[in-house]
């Protein structure tokens, strides 16, 4: 099993990145999603998917970020809109080995993360 994150950058509040992550050897009927991490603070889920390709996302960034999955090429990518300081972070790409009945957005449902790919937002 292999995640291979990108599309990390330093942008402007109201600005917009994709990140993209390359999926190899996981089950695309389990869970997987995006989280991050900001210095000092636990990791927290962002966005999810399920086999149907249900999403479910954090409060803070409903509305903002588009989940979705290329079941062709094996892409997992977040879009984020109107970015904000608040979403500095780490994000990492997460993926399941074992299959639930419903997504969570608690990273201990996942096993398989990728390195992390800084995005920095500055006001």
Known sequence: VQLLDSGG???QA???LTLSCQLSGVNLD??????RQSPGKKREGVAIINSASRTSYDASVKGRFTLSR????LTLDLRMDR???EDTATYY??????RWNSCFLQEGYYHHWSQGTQVTVTS
């Not at 389990?30 to 989280?35: A, E, K, Q, S, T």
Request: include cysteine; aromatic fraction near 12%.
């Open 14 to 16: 109201g600005g917009s």
């Open 83 to 85: 970015l904000q300081p």
């Open 93 to 98: 790409c997460a993926a399941s080995r074992l």
């Open 70 to 73: 290329d079941n062709t090429k």
């Open 9 to 11: 950058d330093s942008v």
């Open 30 to 35: 389990f869970c997987m999603g995006w989280f």
